[in-house]
Each structure stands twice: as C-alpha cells, then as structure tokens.
C-alpha cells in the first residue's frame, strides 16, 4: 500500500532536476554546478523540515598551484527523540565524466526513460539512492506518521575523486553530529543479479608508481639503440615478475596474509546466484582466469589481485615514433583484504621489485611510491543489522537477497567504521547491469521505487532492534 503514498511523477521529475546538474567532481571548470548540486540538495531536506547544515570543508589544491573550494557537505537530521534507535545515510551527489560524443546513446545529463530504464549520469551512482532515501522520509511524512527512527544524512560531493575532505570533517564531528548515531546505512553500490542484495564487504587498494629513469633526456633508437639500458626494458621486465599468467601474486608475503576462506563462506558462495556465461557476455570475454562459480567469486571479493593500469612516459599516441624514453613510470595497484595491511604491502612490494631490478645489474633508478592505500572493510552478516535487512528485502521483494561482497573500494565504509566504531551496513538499490562510471548508466524505474519501498520498510525494522544487542 505505499504505491499511493509517493507521487511518482514527482519522484521522476525530482531525479531527472538533479541528474541535469552537471556535478562532475572532477572537472575544475564544473565546480559552480557541483556547489548548485549541493545547495538543491541541502534545500530539499529543509522543505521537508530537516535540520539543516552545509559544512564547509575547506579546499583543494590543484596540481598547477592553484586552490579551489571544495563543495560543502550535506547534514541533515530529521527527529531526535532520545528513545529511538538514529540511523545515518551516507550518499554522494557528484558523478562521473560523461559527454555524448563518449558514445551515449541519450544525453548523458537528460534523464531519458526506455523499457523502464532510466537513462543518465548519475542516475544509479548515486543520485537515485540517495532520493530514494530522502522519498523514504517523506513517505513516513506523507502518512503523517513518526519515523520509526531519527535519521541523520551525511550527503558529499567529492566522492568520485577520493572524498577529499571528508575523512577531516568526520573526525571532526565524531563526537557532535555523529555521536548519536547507532547505525550507519551506504547505499552507493550494486546488486550481482536480480535477486536484492545485501553488501558486507569491499575490497581495499594500494595504488603505487614505480618509475624507472636513465638517460637525461628520451634518446633516438637510432642513433642510440644498442649503446644504453633501456629504462622501459627494465620496467616491463620488473612488471612482469608481480603476478604468473594464472594470477598468481608473487610478491612475497602476500598470498601469506590473506584469512583463510571458511566452509562457511564457501557455502555462501555457492548459494549466490551468478551467471558466468552471462558475466563473460557483459564484458566480452570468452574465458574467465577461474572456471567455477566459487573460484571466480573469491577471487572477485576476498582475495587480493594485481593490475597493470599503465605506463606515465611511454610513446602510446598513433602512429611510430622511435624513441627510448628516459624515463618511465609504471601504474599498477593491488587489492587489499582480511588480513592485509596496507603498510605491510608498501614495504612488501618495494622491497620485492628493488630486489628483483637489482638482479638486473642496470644503472637505471628505480623509485617505488604508494600513493593510495586504502583498507578493505567487512561486517557481521549475522549482526542485528543485517538480519533486519535481510526481513525487510523479504518483506518487500518476497525473496532472501543475496549476501555480497564488492571487488571495488568504498573507503568511507572503513573510515566511518575506523573513526565512529558505529556498525554499518551497505544495502544498495543499483541494479547489477546499471553501468556504473559508463555510457548509459541507468537505474531501473522498478529498483528505484521498490527501492525506496525498502528502504521505508528497513526504517522500521531498524527500529525493532533490542538495545541489547548494540
């Protein structure tokens, strides 16, 4: 019966206003739109009568010097009856880069709708979650009934380059804003089917550069091919020595530090309805590194994983060039899990590729930095949390969601969990083929409104929770 509750011309008009603001995050010339996107949003919370803040979290440094207002942050709080369990929704509202030409079919900033989807930047990450929440709200509002909990919202707008400031702002007001606070909600992730899906895990990263430098400045292969150490032979020789072609880490120490995976947690895999020839289909692939269900699954979720993502300095426009760079930098990442440290893993891969370029006997220097590292982050799937979760999906959906863990890195999870010690939980609303950060991402009509259906029934179930058992 809450179909009559939300006016759902309203719904669609409120996402297709605030998926036209351009509030691409990383794109200086974009800022003033980024600042709109966050005002409309701090706007709509005190229509509805929310206690309102735009918190003001300094500025960043661009690369060329410059410095440039970040755009506020969003809190909001609606009720503080003391008695109530208070929950806090964390949401973004800036998006990824999209222009038409980058070949979208729509707009990309025109929220289209086709066969029920609706089509536009940002529309599922993570403009429609965070209005499905807000929806949630006002439903309660609309019935002129109390919420079931008091509910905060914590709303960014630089999560697509790294949460700049964030981390600062949080700790700053652990001990007012988010001292009340018993349970913090994330949406701002995806289900793997069509079956609903509850997250409880996500996958850390350590980004490094190792650069390689020789000669004073890039040479002609001519003229010198033959004579000097090449520095780009050094760095793709040291590359290839990260990971086996089977995908097996060779850095040593790593595999070492990764939780053992339980009986437990392989029959829960195997309980996740996945599709492998549908998952090859998607990407285009006709072989997958592991042929089983469980293996791919593990490897996608709890097991760490290197990758290439390419070389600063090396000639890759079209056409020849014969050139011997001087010197090359190498990008390449590892994904972090229980048990590993990131401090660990700095020291684990400089001193195994120092070791490794040693054996060289090159005159060329090699210089390994980490310039990200991020901790993986995990939760109970027995804690009160999630049983409320996994009642409330059955209440709306009529079906158990599946139990997730996500291969990416949401590094709020871990600094809400570090910085609060509040419990967390991810429940996303994204369908599994929302094309997240790519042309024509899109949310499903029926995700987000039997989303935010879930999320008015979660609110309540939250609210059952035994103080006890906090």
Not at 28 to 44: D, F, G, N, S, Y
Not at 76 to 96: E, M, P, R
């Amino acid at each position: 019966g809450d179909d009559n509750v939300l006016d759902l011309g309203c719904v669609f008009q409120m996402l297709r206003d605030w998926v036209a603001i351009e509030s691409d995050s990383s794109n200086v010339q974009k800022r003033p739109e980024l600042h709109r996107m966050m005002e409309t949003v701090a706007q709509k919370l005190q229509l509805m009568g929310g206690t309102v803040q735009l918190v003001d979290i300094g500025e960043q440094e661009l690369p060329d010097g410059q410095t440039l207002e970040l755009p506020k942050v969003v809190t909001a709080q609606f009720g503080n009856d003391s008695s109530k369990h208070t929950v806090c929704i964390y949401g973004h509202v800036d998006v990824q880069p999209a222009k038409l030409e980058d070949g979208w079919a729509t707009d990309p900033y025109n929220l289209t709708e086709i066969n029920g989807n609706l089509y536009g930047r940002g529309a599922s990450d993570n403009k429609a979650p965070v209005l499905a929440w807000i929806h949630a709200v006002e439903a309660y509002q609309a019935l002129s009934m109390d919420l079931p909990v008091n509910v905060k919202f914590v709303i960014e707008g630089m999560e697509e380059t790294g949460s700049n400031g964030l981390d600062a702002m949080i700790m700053a007001q652990r001990d007012t804003f988010f001292s009340e606070v018993d349970y913090i909600i994330i949406s701002d992730c995806g289900w793997l089917s069509r079956r609903p899906a509850l997250t409880y895990g996500t996958r850390g990263n350590c980004y490094f550069f190792a650069e390689v430098e020789g000669p004073k400045q890039d040479l002609h292969s001519g003229v010198y091919g033959g004579t000097v150490i090449e520095p780009m032979t050094d760095l793709i020789g040291i590359l290839d020595t990260l990971i086996s072609p089977s995908g097996k880490i060779l850095i040593p120490g790593i595999r070492e530090a990764v939780a053992p995976l339980s009986d437990e947690e392989w029959k829960m895999y195997q309980d996740i309805q996945f599709d492998m020839d549908n998952y090859k289909n998607k990407i285009g692939v006709n072989q997958l590194m592991y042929s089983n269900k469980v293996d791919l699954l593990a490897h996608m979720w709890r097991y760490p994983t290197v990758s290439i993502h390419g070389i600063e300095g090396a000639f890759s426009d079209p056409g020849t060039k014969t050139v011997i760079p001087a010197k090359v930098t190498a990008k390449f990442s590892i994904r972090q899990v229980p048990d590993m440290d990131p401090a660990m893993v700095k020291k684990q891969v400089t001193d195994y590729l120092h070791s490794v370029f040693a054996k060289r006997k090159s005159p060329n220097k090699l210089k390994v930095t980490m310039v990200i590292g991020a901790k993986p982050w995990l939760a109970d799937t027995h804690h009160p949390l999630y049983e409320a979760g996994k009642v409330a999906i059955k209440r709306v959906f009529n079906m158990d969601p599946d139990l997730i863990r996500e291969g990416g890195t949401i590094p709020i999870a871990r600094t809400f969990q570090d910085v609060t010690g509040k419990s967390i939980i991810m429940m996303p609303i994204g369908g599994f083929d929302d094309g997240l950060h790519s042309q024509n991402e899109k949310m499903s009509r029926y995700n987000y409104i039997e989303g935010t259906k879930l999320f008015i029934a979660y609110l309540n179930e939250v609210s059952q929770i035994k103080r006890t058992s906090v």
